[in-house]
C-alpha cells in the first residue's frame, strides 16, 4: 500500500478507505507555502462541527422529520466528502430520500461508528500536518 502519506494506510475497514490520501493530498495543496494550515483549518472545522450534525441527525429520526434527516445526512456527508469519506451518512441520506425512516434509523449506529473513525484518522493526520 505505497503511495499513502502519514500512515493513511491504516486507516481502511474491510478494503474500504475511511478517508482517500488524495483527496488529503489535495486539501494540503491548497496552501503549500503556509505547510497544512487550510488542512489544519478544515479539520478543526469539521471535527467541531460533524457532532452536531450528528445530534441533529439523531433529533430528526426521533422526531421523525425526513426533512431535517435528509438535510442532516447530506450535510455530513458532504463535509465528509472532502476528506475523502464519501461513505459517510451516504446510507441515511438514500434512506430519507426513499422516504424509509425505519432504515435511517437502523443505520445512524454504523455513522456514528464511522464517523469516530474518521475523526480519528483526521486527528492523526492534523498531528503530522
Excluded: C, W
Excluded at 8 to 37: C, D, H, K, M, V
Excluded at 48 to 57: A, F, M, N, Y
Excluded at 90 to 100: L, N, P, S, Y
Amino acid at each position: 500500500m505505497s503511495g499513502y502519506p502519514l500512515g493513511l494506510a491504516n486507516f481502511r475497514i474491510s478494503n474500504n478507505e475511511i478517508l482517500n490520501p488524495q483527496a488529503i493530498e489535495a486539501l494540503r495543496s491548497l496552501s503549500p507555502e503556509a505547510g497544512s494550515t487550510i488542512l489544519h483549518e478544515l479539520i478543526a472545522i469539521y471535527l467541531e462541527d460533524t457532532p452536531k450534525q450528528l445530534v441533529e441527525l439523531q433529533e430528526a429520526l426521533a422526531r421523525q422529520d425526513m426533512v431535517r434527516v435528509i438535510r442532516a445526512a447530506h450535510t455530513i456527508k458532504g463535509s465528509s466528502g472532502n476528506f475523502g469519506a464519501v461513505k459517510l451518512a451516504q446510507e441515511i441520506e438514500a434512506h430519507g430520500k426513499a422516504d424509509d425512516l425505519a432504515a435511517a434509523a437502523a443505520a445512524l449506529g454504523g455513522v456514528t461508528e464511522h464517523y469516530a473513525l474518521v475523526a480519528a484518522a483526521l486527528k492523526q493526520i492534523d498531528q503530522g500536518a
